[in-house]
């Protein structure tokens, strides 16, 4: 594949002109604008080093035999057909490692590739992008007067990313001083986990939320809300 299109011993694919032209386009914010021929092969050339070229083959022998009222039109759409495809051809959500060099996804996207596992093991994650975790499925159970188990899935761990759950007796969002209490539950990884809250007051209703953080950004989960049983 690589003969077919040209790149193979070609000096813009050795290692080191990729790594900096990859640092060049991430530390300008990865500007889909800029988003070049030689960037665009780096983009598929990650791909290719984890599943081969025939995932992306596969998906552009799609692309080319849709029925014309599937074609998509415009830029916006082709980018999220293709992510949306090469996901559903490789078995991973790819949505988190494209909209790291900047594609413009829309929900749809996300909403339809959120059945498969993301990929957290791309080249890109800690060195040249950030990425944020994702956390789902926030919920309550086993509650007594005064502890409860809170149980969530760590569907992307993010980079170097820590949690910590607030909680108290009103909802005060994502303002870590307003919470009453806190609890540190440290580096997360991909998966379900729990953790038990102790030292309620029995008969009150509380409120609370997962703050997931890194060294560069913090994302808080949807609160949720439980009521301690009366002694």
């Given at each position: 594949?690589?003969?077919?299109?040209?790149?193979?011993?070609?000096?813009?694919?050795?290692?080191?002109q990729?790594?900096?032209?990859?640092?060049?386009?991430?530390d300008?914010?990865?500007?889909?604008?800029?988003?070049?021929v030689?960037?665009?092969?780096d983009t598929?050339?990650?791909?290719k080093?984890?599943?081969?070229?025939d995932v992306?083959?596969?998906t552009?022998s799609?692309?080319?035999?849709?029925p014309?009222?599937?074609?998509p039109?415009?830029?916006?759409?082709?980018?999220n057909?293709?992510?949306?495809?090469?996901?559903n051809?490789t078995?991973?959500?790819l949505?988190?490692?494209?909209?790291a060099?900047?594609?413009?996804l829309?929900?749809?996207?996300?909403?339809?590739?959120?059945?498969?596992?993301?990929?957290?093991?791309?080249?890109?994650r800690?060195?040249?992008?950030?990425?944020?975790?994702i956390?789902r499925?926030?919920?309550?159970?086993?509650?007594?007067?005064?502890?409860?188990?809170?149980?969530?899935?760590?569907?992307?761990?993010?980079?170097?990313?820590?949690?910590?759950?607030?909680?108290?007796?009103?909802?005060?969002?994502?303002?870590?001083?307003?919470?009453?209490?806190?609890?540190?539950?440290g580096?997360?990884?991909?998966?379900?986990?729990?953790q038990?809250?102790?030292?309620?007051?029995?008969g009150?209703?509380?409120?609370g939320?997962?703050?997931?953080?890194?060294?560069?950004s913090?994302?808080?989960?949807?609160?949720?809300?439980?009521?301690?049983?009366?002694?």
């Amino acid at each position: 594949m690589e003969d077919l299109v040209g790149v193979q011993g070609h000096s813009a694919v050795d290692p080191v002109q990729r790594e900096s032209r990859m640092r060049s386009y991430f530390d300008d914010g990865s500007n889909i604008s800029n988003w070049s021929v030689w960037t665009a092969l780096d983009t598929f050339l990650i791909i290719k080093e984890e599943w081969g070229w025939d995932v992306i083959t596969e998906t552009l022998s799609l692309y080319y035999t849709l029925p014309t009222d599937e074609i998509p039109i415009g830029d916006i759409e082709e980018f999220n057909y293709w992510v949306m495809h090469l996901s559903n051809t490789t078995g991973y959500n790819l949505a988190p490692y494209h909209a790291a060099w900047g594609f413009p996804l829309n929900q749809q996207t996300y909403d339809a590739l959120e059945h498969l596992p993301v990929w957290v093991n791309d080249s890109l994650r800690g060195d040249f992008f950030v990425y944020d975790a994702i956390i789902r499925d926030l919920d309550v159970q086993n509650t007594t007067d005064d502890t409860t188990d809170i149980f969530w899935e760590t569907y992307d761990n993010g980079t170097n990313v820590s949690l910590v759950f607030y909680y108290g007796v009103s909802d005060v969002g994502n303002q870590t001083l307003g919470w009453t209490s806190s609890s540190n539950w440290g580096t997360t990884s991909v998966g379900n986990h729990s953790q038990t809250i102790t030292g309620l007051i029995a008969g009150t209703t509380y409120y609370g939320r997962v703050q997931a953080f890194n060294e560069e950004s913090s994302v808080w989960s949807g609160p949720i809300s439980w009521t301690t049983n009366i002694n």
